[in-house]
């Protein structure tokens, strides 16, 4: 009679100890949520020459409207431009800076430039993040002869910083995720 009630003790007892770990392994770690993005104004400015700005903004996020692209200008040819990007969630009261948590995070950001049809090149201009890697939130934009064509912007999250061409603004090994992508239909006269 005594083994079956030292049995019983034990198999609670294993029960109890099991129940009660204090193991914090299945507990997840803290969450970073993505950036909610709304506005895109990306600035170039040239000596001699008319700033050209380029916004997207997109009020109701995933909803039903399609963001508003403008345009301001037409770009001179042959010229530098520098260009900035701000990033703006207006979904908020004031609209939160989210460049600056791009900034803070930029070892987990780039910015990836295409030129398609228009005679245009981009160049990556600091700073980097604290690898020495592009984030991309300032660049130049050098134009060519009179064309037109677009010239699209992509953030991603998490890229391969490391891979074959990445640091020199090729998207193609860059992996990560997009946190926003916009084309501007542009000229350059």
Same mark, same amino acid.
């Given at each position: /009679?005594?083994?079956?009630?030292?049995? #019983?003790?034990?198999?609670?007892?294993?029960?109890?100890?099991?129940?009660? $770990?204090?193991?914090?392994? +299945?507990?997840?770690?803290?969450? +970073?949520?993505?950036?909610?993005?709304?506005?895109?104004?990306?600035?170039?400015?040239?000596? %001699?020459?008319?700033?050209?700005?380029?916004?997207? !903004?997109?009020?109701? *996020?995933? %909803?039903?409207?399609?963001?508003?692209?403008?345009?301001?200008?037409?770009?001179?040819?042959?010229?530098?431009?520098?260009?900035?990007?701000?990033?703006? +969630?207006?979904?908020? $009261?004031?609209?939160?800076?989210?460049?600056?948590?791009?900034?803070?995070?930029?070892?987990?950001? !780039?910015?990836?430039?295409?030129?398609?049809?228009?005679?245009?090149?981009?160049?990556?201009?600091?700073?980097?993040?604290?690898? *020495?890697?592009?984030?991309?939130?300032?660049?130049?934009?050098?134009? %060519?002869? #009179? $064309?037109?064509? $677009?010239?699209?912007?992509?953030?991603?999250?998490?890229? /391969?910083?490391?891979?074959?061409?990445?640091?020199? *603004?090729?998207?193609?090994?860059? %992996? *990560?995720?997009?946190?926003?992508?916009?084309?501007?239909?542009?000229?350059?006269?």
């Amino acid at each position: /009679m005594k083994s079956i009630k030292l049995l #019983a003790f034990l198999f609670i007892s294993t029960l109890v100890f099991t129940g009660c $770990s204090d193991d914090d392994d +299945n507990v997840p770690g803290e969450v +970073n949520e993505e950036e909610v993005i709304t506005t895109m104004t990306i600035t170039l400015t040239a000596t %001699g020459q008319t700033d050209v700005v380029l916004r997207t !903004q997109d009020l109701d *996020g995933d %909803g039903p409207n399609a963001p508003v692209l403008t345009v301001s200008g037409p770009f001179a040819a042959n010229t530098t431009y520098t260009g900035s990007i701000v990033l703006l +969630n207006e979904t908020e $009261s004031p609209a939160e800076n989210i460049t600056e948590e791009i900034e803070e995070e930029d070892e987990e950001h !780039q910015f990836f430039y295409t030129a398609t049809g228009v005679n245009a090149t981009f160049a990556y201009a600091g700073p980097n993040d604290e690898n *020495g890697n592009p984030v991309g939130l300032n660049f130049t934009l050098t134009t %060519g002869a #009179a $064309s037109t064509g $677009s010239l699209s912007f992509t953030l991603r999250h998490e890229p /391969m910083k490391t891979a074959t061409g990445v640091s020199t *603004g090729d998207i193609t090994n860059a %992996g *990560g995720e997009t946190d926003i992508e916009t084309t501007f239909s542009v000229t350059v006269q």
